[in-house]
């Protein structure tokens, strides 16, 4: 403390030795620092992407003496490998660089076929188009904001004869994070369906996913359904978390509760065929009649017989004749019963039992003596209050085997008046407004001082005999305690009427009710008795 009051008389000193351009020069610094501190944690701040990783040195060296050539602002990572410029750029540098054909190797994408070349064999197209789908991939998968530099590799097996013997296409993703960050299990499940979605035969589930740290982010032959049926229990936990939470906070304070969610989900597909029949309405499906009818005729012959029955002109036979026949129809209907049939797809999941459990803070009492507030567990009565608000918010049914469990327990460390939520961290703009608005208060402080040392007007003395007011001057001046030192009352008379009127001016500026005072008592002396 006394290294800093000295520090600060010395800068007093400092500034009153200042003249008047010299302390605006000053503060027009201070505040100017003050700006540019601003701007540089604005920019500090500004986020910056990925253009180009992996690249080779000779590609790296064109692409940042193009960047510079432009005027872009560019930051070196891994070794000079990876090039990343701030995010309001990044599109202007990839039109740049594309127009100057950089980079010419390294993590390139399609644009590798731009040029043709005869001679090539089908092996090396194979191998130029799996090279061509890694860098488009890492180049997408660089967008990503916890992201700094990305590698893949991807597998693809040649094409068996049988199909039993055809082996599954596998890829491995390397991904470097930034300072502080980290992918989460929704930004690694995108990463592996972006791969899978991107190559021919590959699945989600055979997709690693690994940084550069050796953490294990994903494990292939992972099914891609199980992940999701997962990423659903865990979304409903979370949400009940926060339902309750919200609730409950409304009465005991931010920071006086903490609630568990355990949900035991059923992820099997019901697929039922129901089918029934009704014995008592039958029903007719067809109906067919069919008819038919025949005739016989017999006749009997008589006349003369031999020769002369068959010579010409002679009478025919004749006799006795009959007919005969016979007709039926045949009538066919089939019946069936009446049937229903129902098919019944269940739900993908279904929730079978939720379990929570609620930590709930007490009530604090301040005590005498302003020692630590004493301790009161919750009531029987607020617990089942705050029970019954928890199971309708979380829909409970008693039927499903649903349990709630709350505890009025202590924590410790609201009792000690620490907040359960750590501060946010102060990024570079705020750090830099802060150095700012301290500058500009110091600077603010040294004028207010100045301003107020400089109403102290040094009082010259008078010395007698001398007129009225100008003795009513000096008195003022010297009950302000601003006397010259050596004389003890009234002393020398102002060298010129200028020179009174000025220090009389300066006076009643400093203290403007006194000088109200004195005009006051020479009006009321003036006046007739």
Known sequence: MAGLTKLLSQLRETWGKLGARARALLVAVAALGGVAAIAVGIMGGAPMRVLFSGLDPKDAAAVVAALEAAKIPHSLDGGGSTIEVPAGDIDRARLMLAEQDLPKSGNIGFEFFATQSFGVTEFAQRVNYRRALQGELERTIAALEPVASVRVHITQPDRAVFEQERLPSTASVTVELRKGRELGDRQVGAIRHLVAAAVEGLDSGDVTVVTTEGVLLSRAGTDSASEAALDHELDLERDL????????????????????????????????????????????????????????????????????????????????????????????????????????????????????????????TPAEGGGEPVYAARTDDEIAQMQAVVENAMGFDSARGDRVKIASVQFRDRASGEGTRAPEPVSPVMWAAIAGGALLLVAAVVMAKRRKAARVVPTEVLSLPARVGDA??????????????????????????????????????????????????????????
């Open 472 to 529: 009513e001057v000096a008195l003022a001046r010297a009950e302000a305690g601003v006397a010259l030192p050596g004389a003890p009352g009234l002393a020398a008379l102002p060298e010129s009427a200028e020179a009174a009127r000025e220090r009389a001016l300066e006076l009643a500026a400093a203290d403007p009710e006194r000088t109200a005072d004195i005009i006051r008592g020479w009006l009321r002396a003036d006046q007739p008795a």
């Open 241 to 364: 978390e926060r339902r309750i939470t919200r609730l409950l906070e409304r009465t005991v304070g931010a920071g006086g509760v903490e609630v568990t969610v355990a949900a035991d989900m059923d992820f099997s597909r019901i697929d039922t065929t129901e089918e029934t029949f009704d014995p008592e309405q039958p029903a007719l499906r067809n109906e067919s009649t069919q008819e038919s009818s025949d005739k016989n005729s017999s006749s009997g012959f008589a006349g003369v017989a031999g020769a002369q029955a068959n010579a010409p002109g002679a009478a025919g036979p004749s006799g006795p004749s009959s007919e005969a026949g016979s007709s039926h129809s045949v009538r066919a209907r089939n019946y069936e019963l009446n049937r229903t049939v129902v098919r019944t797809v269940g739900p993908r999941a279904t929730l079978k039992r939720l379990t929570v459990a609620v930590l709930v803070d007490g009530q604090y």
